[in-house]
C-alpha cells in the first residue's frame, strides 16, 4: 500500500477522479497500472492476515472473531473488485484517442467513463464501510486473547470506529475525502496486527 502511494507521488499521477486519468492515459498508463497491482497485492495480502486473526482469535471470543473475518474478508472482496480501473479506462482511452472520433464522441465517451468511475468508488466506499466494522469486531474478539493485549485491542477497536465513522460521512458526502481516512484506518490496522502476529510466532518459534 506504501509502495502505490509512492508510485502516485513520485510520478505525479492524477486523482483517479480526474478526467485527466481518462484524456491522458497512454501517458500514465504504466504508472497507473503499478499503482493498482500494488493496490490490489495489498488487500490480498490483509485478506490472508485476516484468516489468521480469525484462527488467533477463534476459541477466544468465537462470535466476535468469526463475524469480524466475515465482514472484513467480504470489504476486502469488494475494494479488490475495484482496483484494476485502468481495465475499462484503457478500452475507453483508446476510443477517445481515435482520430476519427468527433469531439460528441469524446464527449460521451467521457460521460461513459464518469459512470464506470461512479460503480468503483461505490465499491471501495462499501469496502471501506465494512473492513472497518470488522476490524471493530476483531477487537473485541482480541480483548479476551491475553496473547494480543488490551493496548492492541482498544487500538482495533479505536482505528475501526474511526474507519466507520470516515467510511459514513464518505457514504452521506460523496466528495468529500473522509474515505481515504477510512483506508488509512484500515492501513495501520493491519500493519499493527501483522506486526504483533509476527512477533507472537517469532517468540513462540524460540520456546
Known amino acids: 500500500m506504501i509502495g502505490a502511494v509512492l508510485v ?50 477463534g476459541r477466544a471470543h468465537p462470535p466476535a472473531a468469526l463475524f469480524g473475518t466475515a465482514v ?11 482496483a484494476v480501473l485502468h481495465v475499462s479506462t484503457s478500452a475507453l482511452a483508446d476510443l477517445y484517442d481515435d482520430p476519427g472520433a468527433s469531439p460528441e464522441d469524446r464527449q460521451a465517451i467521457e460521460y461513459a467513463w464518469h459512470g464506470a468511475q461512479s460503480v468503483f468508488d461505490t465499491m471501495l466506499t462499501t469496502g471501506v464501510l465494512l473492513v472497518p466494522i470488522g476490524i471493530v469486531l476483531l477487537g473485541v474478539a482480541m480483548r479476551s486473547a491475553p496473547a494480543f493485549g488490551s493496548r492492541l485491542a482498544w487500538t482495533s477497536i479505536v482505528l475501526g470506529s474511526l474507519g466507520v465513522v470516515g467510511a459514513t460521512i464518505a457514504v452521506a458526502d460523496p466528495g468529500s475525502a473522509f474515505s481515504a481516512a477510512s483506508v488509512l484506518a484500515i492501513v ?5 496486527a501483522s506486526w504483533r502476529t509476527l512477533t507472537m510466532s517469532t517468540q513462540r518459534s524460540r520456546h
Open 72 to 82: 472484513a474478508e467480504m470489504g476486502l472482496v469488494i475494494m479488490a473488485a475495484s
Open 8 to 57: 502516485v507521488v513520485v510520478l505525479g499521477l492524477p486523482d483517479a477522479s480526474d478526467v485527466e486519468t481518462l484524456t491522458d492515459f497512454s501517458d500514465i498508463e504504466a504508472g497507473r497500472n503499478a499503482e493498482h497491482l500494488l493496490y490490489l497485492g495489498a488487500l490480498v495480502l490483509f485478506a490472508l492476515q485476516t484468516l489468521v486473526l480469525q484462527r488467533l482469535l
Open 188 to 192: 495501520v490496522f493491519y500493519l499493527t
